[in-house]
T-cell receptor, first 115, second 115 residues
Framework: DAMVIQNPRYQVTQFGKPVTLSCSQT?????MYWYQQKSSQAPKLLFH???????NEADTPDNFQSRRPNTSFCFLDIRSPGLGDAAMYLC??????????????FGNGTRLTVT | AQSVTQLGSHVSVSEGALVLLRCNYS??????LFWYVQYPNQGLQLLLK??????LVKGINGFEAEFKKSETSFHLTKPSAHMSDAAEYFC?????????????FGKGTKLSVKP
């Protein structure tokens, strides 16, 4: 089945140690998104790629970066994780950005713990 | 600017009872509205969406929602709750006119279903 796959499901990193989360999709969708969801809070969009075009949200900290080397893969890099960055990170895709098109398809998320 | 308010962070119903999850929105443009469901340790799954067509929207798993412009509401209902409906539900509004790219999510309502 076509899907969005996030690896790993659980990631533990040390305070200040760079960490990379990965997302892959077999849907051939143009758009890939990264959301941060802290405990008991709503998902918050960090940034998205429309094809190769990177779109950063205004309030996303510089500590968070992303790479999309090809259509299928997208990475979230946290350069110096702090305790406040512990959260579930959700990757999502959509065929296009319009709401009339296919909906967002979410992966199962990576839960990041910072020690 | 768009925003979403979900009334009640936790709703508990008995199996077979009516499910009503409340969502009110604020939008400066005609809104696109969505309900997503999240099961524990999983990503979000689209239940249904309103995109300016019929005001009563039917979704998956027997859920439906009615768009009421006069009340700025988009409440989610299901006539008869099932144990498998226990999950967290998020209402969302599109940030730009229809774009799913920056969905503004509510804080979520956790639904418990008692046997």
């Amino acid at each position: 089945d076509a899907m969005v796959i996030q690896n790993p499901r659980y990631q533990v990193t040390q305070f200040g140690k760079p960490v990379t989360l990965s997302c892959s999709q077999t849907l051939n969708h143009n758009v890939m998104y990264w959301y941060q969801q802290k405990s008991s809070q709503a998902p918050k969009l960090l940034f998205h790629y429309y094809d190769k075009d990177f779109n950063n949200e205004a309030d996303t900290p510089d500590n968070f970066q992303s790479r999309r080397p090809n259509t299928s893969f997208c990475f979230l890099d946290i350069r110096s994780p702090g305790l406040g960055d512990a959260a579930m990170y959700l990757c999502a895709t959509s065929r296009d950005r319009g709401a009339d098109n296919s909906p967002l398809h979410f992966g199962n998320g990576t839960r990041l713990t910072v020690t | 600017a768009q925003s979403v308010t979900q009334l009640g962070s936790h709703v508990s119903v008995s199996e077979g009872a009516l499910v009503l999850l409340r969502c009110n929105y604020s939008s400066s443009v005609p809104p696109y509205l969505f309900w997503y469901v999240q099961y524990p340790n999983q990503g979000l799954q689209l239940l249904l969406k309103y995109t300016s067509a019929a005001t009563l929207v039917k979704g998956i798993n027997g859920f439906e929602a009615e768009f009421k412009k006069s009340e700025t509401s988009f409440h989610l209902t299901k006539p008869s709750a099932h144990m498998s409906d226990a999950a967290e539900y998020f209402c969302a509004v599109s940030g730009y006119g229809g774009s799913q790219g920056n969905l503004i999510f509510g804080k979520g309502t956790k639904l418990s279903v008692k046997p």
